[in-house]
């Protein structure tokens, strides 16, 4: 079975500055894809970024960036210029064909002015 | 705006109680799914349904129990409520192919006393 872990429970960042969050997975599946999802304050999960397990090219979604290593079976996501907007539960999540989305335990993040 | 809506925000609930928790989606989504999230622990499957009438239990179903009469509809039964099922729970949506992630409702914490 495919499982998901989040490392880090909480990180906090100044307001402008870079953090990466980290998220690891387990599989013998060579295609398959991944997410990072953002929980704010006000609960509603939204999805930030998508990778495609096939593609050897980073996502990109304005600030938000992954890095994706395959063979170390590690995706992990980078807020350039941190907003306070960013504080928000990170999730990681993994799917494999049709089968059910895997998520990770989650980071807290915590964006100080 | 595309959206899943969930009835309640808050709900407190009795113990031995019957819960209902209300889903609709307006995107003509085929998945829907019933998440239940608790600190530490992510995102749990609890069931999932890919077609009007049809169900599939995932990793934690005991003790609820859904319904999908309608595609844009579905719903979660807690047939007797236990202080163990409070918690926060999350529906979702999906394309019949699930590789651009889920949309999620804005949740509903229940509480059981």
């Known amino acids: 079975a495919q499982t998901v872990t989040q490392s880090q429970p909480e990180m906090s960042v100044q307001e402008a500055e870079t953090v990466t969050l980290s998220c690891t997975y387990d599989?013998?599946?060579?295609?398959?894809?991944l997410f990072w999802y953002k929980q704010p304050p006000s609960r509603q999960m939204i999805l930030v970024i998508r990778?495609?397990?096939?593609?050897?090219q980073n996502a990109t979604e304005n600030r938000f960036s992954v890095n994706f290593q395959k063979a170390a079976k590690s995706f992990s996501l980078k807020i350039s210029d941190s907003q306070l907007g960013d504080t928000a539960m990170y999730f990681c999540a993994f799917l494999y064909n049709n089968n059910d989305m895997r998520f990770g335990a989650g980071t807290r993040l915590t964006v100080k002015p | 705006d595309v959206k899943v809506t969930q009835s309640s925000r808050y709900l407190v609930k009795r113990t031995g109680e019957k819960v209902f928790l209300e889903c609709v989606q307006d995107m003509d989504h085929e998945n829907m799914f019933w998440y239940r999230q608790d600190p530490g622990l992510g995102l749990r499957l609890i069931y999932f349904s890919y077609d009007v009438k049809m169900k599939e239990k995932g990793d934690i179903p005991e003790g609820y129990s859904v319904s999908r009469e309608k595609k844009e509809r579905f719903s979660l039964i807690l047939e007797s409520a236990s202080t163990n099922q409070t918690s926060m729970y999350l529906c979702?949506?999906?394309?019949?192919?699930?590789?651009?992630?889920?949309?999620f409702g804005s949740g509903t914490r229940l509480t059981v006393v």
């Open positions: 979702a949506s999906s394309l019949e192919g699930r590789v651009y992630g889920y949309t």
């Open positions: 990778q495609e397990a096939y593609k050897q």
């Open positions: 599989t013998s599946e060579n295609n398959y894809y």
